[in-house]
């Protein structure tokens, strides 16, 4: 009788698709229609100012020791005494990530010591040779006002904007695991978000679930 089922076979086919029909749609019209991401979603990094406009990386490396795919490379310098870039004794001077390399563990944010790397809900990396993929000071680094910078600013894909869709910046501190810890804020301003709200903690009463 398997002409009977090659019979049947586009009309479950055509069943498949009409029981669809109706149902709310799962897929986005991408890129004019974008997902709010989860809060702790790792997209491309960013090197942070203080609210003065300060440099937060005090070129450390403490980051790229720790970087497991070997993808940063960071060298500091004295801060000029009349002209200080950042405000401790020195500051990075280069910085660059290999974002090829990039397995986007975030384990440089959790280790600066001054949150001056972090990363933000931007996913839109795509390059058209290995050289653009490596990301210089000047593309990590935000601008005195808080704006990053993007490599492919003018693609029509890059819209910065998305930042504000929800809250597009991941701290540089995961949120807190314990209720006495939820509701404080855990790390520093920074220019143009220097009242970011605090994130959700994992405790069954911010998730509203049960924390075990
Ligand atoms: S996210 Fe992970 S792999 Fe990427 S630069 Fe940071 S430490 Fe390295
Ligand atoms: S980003 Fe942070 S860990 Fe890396 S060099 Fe700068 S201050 Fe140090």
């Not at 069943?15 to 229609?33: D, I, L, N, S």
């Not at 795919?69 to 870039?85: E, L, Q, S, W």
């Not at 280069?94 to 790397?117: D, K």
Request: proline share 8%.
């Amino acid at each position: 009788m398997t002409w009977i089922s090659d019979l049947l076979g586009p009309f479950k086919g055509f069943a498949v698709t009409m029981r669809q029909v109706g149902k709310p749609r799962v897929t986005r019209k991408y890129p004019q229609e974008k997902r709010v991401k989860p809060p702790r979603f790792h997209g491309r990094h960013v090197l942070n100012r203080y609210e003065d406009g300060m440099e937060k990386c005090i070129g450390c490396e403490l980051c790229a020791g720790v970087c497991p795919a070997n993808c940063i490379y960071v060298r500091g310098a004295d801060n000029p005494p009349d002209n200080p870039v950042s405000p401790g004794e020195r500051y990075g001077f280069v910085y660059e990530i290999n974002m090829l390399r990039c397995i986007y563990c975030a384990m440089c944010v959790e280790a600066c010591p001054t949150e001056a790397i972090t990363m933000t809900h931007l996913f839109e990396m795509s390059v058209t040779s290995k050289e653009d993929a490596i990301y210089t000071k000047d593309e990590l680094l935000v601008d005195p006002d808080g704006t990053p910078n993007h490599p492919q600013a003018e693609s029509p894909l890059i819209d910065v904007k998305e930042l504000r869709l929800g809250d597009g910046w991941m701290r540089a501190t995961s949120s807190a695991g314990r209720a006495e810890y939820e509701g404080v804020v855990a790390w520093t301003p920074q220019a143009r978000n220097p009242d970011l709200p605090v994130e959700a903690g994992q405790s069954a009463e911010s998730t509203g679930g049960d924390d075990g």
